[in-house]
């Protein structure tokens, strides 16, 4: 496939080069500034569970439990 691509590139090897940087560069600007932030909503990565609670609560400090009498 990438040769079939450099062969329909127009131009001698530095045009088609140059070309090829380019389109490696967009494809990977497309995927950096519109399919990834599209996508990261829905990574599991993103589910952050430091300080919250199984049902999405904060978690109670050591002294903050009700019933221990601390108070």
């Known amino acids: 496939m990438y040769g079939l691509i ?3 590139m127009p ?4 045009s088609k080069l140059i070309m090829t ?3 490696i560069v967009g494809v990977a600007a497309l995927l ?5 932030p599209e996508i990261s909503p ?3 990565f993103n589910d ?3 300080g919250t609670a ?3 609560g904060e978690v109670p400090a ?3 439990e009700p019933g221990d009498g601390g108070d």
């Open 48 to 50: 952050g569970a430091v």
């Open 62 to 64: 050591p002294g903050d």
């Open 21 to 23: 940087i380019g389109l």
């Open 32 to 36: 950096w500034f519109v399919v990834f």
């Open 54 to 56: 199984p049902g999405g």
């Open 42 to 44: 829905h990574m599991p």
């Open 6 to 8: 450099w062969r329909i």
């Open 11 to 14: 131009g001698p090897w530095v």
